[in-house]
């Protein structure tokens, strides 16, 4: 069986696509969504049963332990964590499948962003997947693992409120190779819509000057964790 993870915070608007591409990306295989709903104040939890995914419900407010408590609660042999603002289809689903089988541990895909966002994001975004990517590091939109992997590497560190998917790359690794699918995973570029380049690179170089430090708290985070939302006719767009 196939487990797909999405984790949620008050995503009524862009998770109900996200389910219907899942199961369109996984027709053909035995599979199962679950939806983890952090603290939700909004009708994700009614569209995740809508949508026939299983809810799985925290109040942390961090997205290292959506993931985790979405991997314990699984029940397949092969897991997939997929933001809920991220897209996949059939490719990601039979690459994964075919990179586990050949022998890699984990893996994850390039990024591609849906709509239209600022030129400065556009090449900035740009620079920095080359960069990432060829240091084969797994992109939190998208990662894929097998149950037993995911519980040798202790899953995602819940000390961290940003990164964990960096931490979670180089923890994996040590079990084995770590495939970047070229298929790209189509995610939201709301972030960069909705927030200025002086906040988005301020707050980024304020977290890289403090290192580990920045991570572990959520002051100085609220880039990340404000919860600020799209209108429902802007959200629309991540498929341009």
Not at 71 to 74: I, L, N, P, S
């Given at each position: 069986m196939l487990s797909f993870i999405v984790p949620a915070y008050n995503e009524e608007l862009e998770l109900p696509a996200t389910i219907e591409a899942i199961r369109e990306a996984a027709a053909?295989?035995?599979y199962e969504i679950l939806v983890v709903d952090d603290g939700s104040t909004d009708a994700t939890a009614e569209i995740a049963r809508a949508g026939g995914a299983r809810l799985v419900s925290i109040t942390r407010r961090q997205i290292a332990a959506a993931r985790n408590a979405g991997?314990?609660?699984?029940s397949g042999e092969i897991l997939f964590f997929v933001d809920a603002d991220t897209r996949i289809n059939s490719e990601h689903v039979s690459g994964a499948i075919d990179a586990l089988a050949n022998g890699c541990a984990a893996g994850s895909a390039q990024v591609n962003i849906g709509g239209a966002i600022p030129?400065?994001?556009r090449i900035?975004?740009?620079i920095f997947c080359a960069i990432y990517f060829a240091l084969n590091l797994g992109a939190g939109a998208f990662l894929f693992t097998t149950r037993k992997n995911f519980a040798s590497a202790g899953g995602f560190d819940e000390t961290l409120f940003i990164g964990e998917e960096v931490y979670f790359s180089l923890a994996i690794r040590k079990l084995g190779r770590f495939k970047i699918l070229s298929e790209p995973v189509l995610t939201s570029g709301r972030k960069l819509r909705m927030y200025s380049a002086?906040?988005?690179l301020g707050n980024t170089l304020r977290v890289l000057v403090r290192?580990?430090?920045a991570a572990r708290s959520r002051e100085g985070l609220h880039?990340?964790?404000e919860g600020r939302r799209e209108s429902p006719r802007r959200t629309g767009s991540i498929s341009t």
């Open positions: 053909g295989h035995d991997g314990r609660a699984a030129t400065w994001s900035s975004l740009r002086r906040e988005i290192g580990p430090r880039i990340w964790y």
